[in-house]
């Protein structure tokens, strides 16, 4: 699988109130769809996939949450983009190793995203930052 596009088409971002105590904040993504694409590489149509994603950073208490919908492009052998198409059409699922790839890609853009939005508008961070601990000898 190579990568040769990834797109946001809607960003939402909402702080509803202030943020206090104990905030426990879940990172979700689905896949909502997956279509056939393709585009022109000089004289040449590439065949590729398109899966449409939508993330979700949800916090309790309900202080506010980020929302971002997109979609990842990518090019495969065209007897797999075939077969991963028409896998998806009669079962809506795809090989668990293809998903894993797919869904680290996106979790890895939409997670760098939710964290710029997060701090844009003064919420916790949707990801777990490191920290320094101080030790007394």
């Known amino acids: 699988m190579t ?5 946001f088409a809607k960003i939402t971002v909402e702080k ?14 689905t896949i909502e769809d997956l279509e056939e694409s393709s585009f022109s590489i000089g004289q040449e ?15 309790d208490p309900d202080v506010g949450y980020i929302e971002l919908l997109g979609d990842l492009i990518f090019i495969e052998e065209k007897s797999r983009i075939k077969e991963i198409f028409e896998t998806w059409k009669e079962k809506r699922r795809v090989d668990k190793d293809l ?17 710029i ?17 101080v030790e007394t000898k």
Not at 3 to 7: A, L, Y
Not at 45 to 59: A, G, H
Not at 120 to 130: A, E, G, T, V
């Open 117 to 133: 939005l997060a701090r844009d508008i003064n919420l916790p961070s949707p990801i777990p930052l490191p920290k320094v601990k």
């Open 16 to 29: 509803k109130g202030p943020t206090k105590g104990k905030v426990n904040i879940s990172n979700n993504v």
């Open 45 to 59: 149509e590439q065949k590729s996939l398109k899966v449409i994603f939508k993330f979700n950073s949800t916090y």
């Open 99 to 115: 998903m894993a790839e797919i869904l680290n890609i996106i979790l890895t853009r939409c997670n760098i995203q939710a964290l």
């Open 3 to 7: 990568v040769v596009g990834f797109n």
